[in-house]
């Protein structure tokens, strides 16, 4: 027998079939290396998505009832108004079903926007803080309806909302709880601008700021800028008869942001920027799109049966609009 012939049978005999090699089983770190690699392209994604594209976000209160109730989960389009790198600690400030992971805040960075923000456009938002907080004491995202643009005119008279002298259409779904109107020369607590001296149903007329516009200060009018001045990034402080701005006298002070007025469509019963200002327009975060979730939160969660059977099923899919 010719001797190469043999080696050659042998080699053949002793080669594992392509099927076998396939079908062996691999090492456990292999398998666990091959999960870690799937479940972070999954989780990659997620971030990618939640951040630029769409999230998710959680209806706390009822302010903008009927258009969306409280407990209901919303997808908002974050791309529309310009995407923007992650605004929390990635997988923080989120909802999952019924469970909402706080949100830690970080620096971000906003990229080219695809459409401007327009009156009637229901907006979810970095909340600004209360009306006297330079920095809001709690980071949280708030929902409500763009009534007014930089540089427009805001004025209630009698509950009706004028934008620019003329009266805003009312939002498909508005809701008033009260049928009566507060006096106009009953000052309200809490509303802004501080010592304005209106309230909610006789509010303005006030200038909603642009960048550039150019405000007059002096001791008379400081309190009603005071907070704002600041919230730009600066120290206010009066010395006398002279108002200080960053250590230095001025009679003037120049805005340096866009910002918006945001109320909500239940008008009664909305903190909104009647109470706590004007909203940066950098505070953007996007617009609802529609609601895959609705159920009554108020239902505590031990009562799982009462809060499943809480579920508003004809709601799942309506559009915000």
Not at 141 to 163: E, H, I, M, P
Not at 235 to 251: E, F, I, Q, R, Y
């Given at each position: 027998?010719?001797?190469?012939?043999?080696?050659t049978?042998?080699?053949?005999?002793?080669?594992?079939?392509?099927?076998?090699?396939d079908?062996?089983?691999?090492?456990?770190?292999?398998?666990?290396?091959?999960?870690?690699?799937?479940l972070?392209?999954v989780?990659?994604?997620?971030?990618?998505i939640n951040?630029?594209?769409?999230?998710?976000?959680?209806?706390?209160?009822?302010?903008?009832?009927?258009?969306?109730?409280t407990?209901?989960?919303?997808?908002?389009n974050?791309f529309i108004?310009?995407?923007?790198?992650?605004r929390?600690?990635?997988l923080?400030?989120?909802d999952?079903?019924?469970?909402?992971?706080p949100?830690?805040?970080?620096?971000?960075?906003?990229?080219?926007?695809?459409?401007?923000?327009q009156?009637?456009?229901v907006?979810?938002?970095e909340?600004?803080g209360?009306?006297?907080?330079?920095?809001?004491s709690?980071f949280?995202f708030?929902?409500?309806?763009?009534?007014?643009?930089?540089?427009?005119?805001?004025?209630?008279?009698d509950r009706?909302?004028?934008v620019?002298?003329?009266a805003?259409?009312?939002p498909r779904?508005?809701?008033?709880?009260?049928?009566?109107?507060?006096?106009?020369n009953?000052?309200?607590?809490?509303?802004?601008p501080?010592?304005?001296?209106?309230?909610?149903d006789?509010y303005?007329?006030?200038?909603?700021?642009?960048?550039?516009?150019?405000?007059?200060?002096d001791?008379?009018?400081?309190?009603r800028?005071?907070?704002?001045?600041?919230r730009e990034?600066?120290?206010?402080?009066?010395?006398?008869?002279?108002?200080?701005?960053?250590?230095?006298?001025?009679t003037?002070?120049?805005?340096?942001?866009?910002?918006?007025?945001?109320?909500?469509?239940?008008?009664?019963?909305s903190?909104?920027?009647r109470?706590?200002g004007?909203i940066p327009?950098?505070?953007?975060?996007g617009?609802?799109?529609?609601?895959?979730?609705?159920?009554?939160?108020d239902?505590?969660?031990y009562?799982?049966?009462?809060?499943?059977?809480?579920?508003?099923?004809g709601?799942?899919?309506?559009?915000?609009?």
């Amino acid at each position: 027998m010719n001797p190469l012939r043999k080696e050659t049978s042998v080699s053949r005999k002793t080669k594992r079939p392509e099927n076998e090699q396939d079908d062996a089983p691999r090492p456990m770190k292999e398998r666990v290396l091959a999960f870690l690699k799937e479940l972070g392209i999954v989780l990659g994604l997620f971030i990618v998505i939640n951040s630029f594209v769409v999230a998710s976000f959680l209806v706390p209160t009822g302010s903008m009832e009927n258009e969306v109730l409280t407990g209901e989960l919303l997808f908002v389009n974050k791309f529309i108004y310009g995407p923007t790198t992650p605004r929390t600690v990635p997988l923080t400030g989120i909802d999952i079903g019924f469970i909402h992971i706080p949100p830690v805040r970080m620096p971000w960075v906003r990229f080219m926007k695809f459409k401007d923000v327009q009156r009637g456009d229901v907006i979810v938002f970095e909340f600004p803080g209360y009306r006297d907080e330079v920095t809001a004491s709690e980071f949280q995202f708030y929902l409500k309806r763009c009534v007014a643009l930089a540089g427009d005119t805001v004025q209630v008279r009698d509950r009706v909302l004028y934008v620019n002298g003329t009266a805003a259409p009312l939002p498909r779904n508005i809701l008033f709880d009260r049928s009566w109107s507060m006096p106009a020369n009953a000052p309200e607590d809490g509303i802004f601008p501080k010592g304005s001296g209106w309230n909610a149903d006789w509010y303005g007329p006030i200038v909603v700021p642009w960048k550039g516009m150019v405000v007059s200060l002096d001791p008379g009018n400081l309190q009603r800028w005071d907070t704002f001045i600041r919230r730009e990034g600066h120290s206010v402080a009066l010395v006398g008869d002279m108002v200080l701005v960053d250590g230095k006298p001025v009679t003037q002070y120049t805005v340096e942001r866009d910002y918006l007025f945001g109320m909500g469509d239940h008008r009664d019963n909305s903190l909104d920027s009647r109470y706590w200002g004007f909203i940066p327009k950098d505070n953007l975060v996007g617009s609802p799109l529609i609601v895959y979730w609705s159920w009554n939160t108020d239902i505590p969660l031990y009562d799982i049966f009462g809060r499943i059977a809480s579920v508003r099923w004809g709601r799942i899919g309506a559009l915000v609009k």
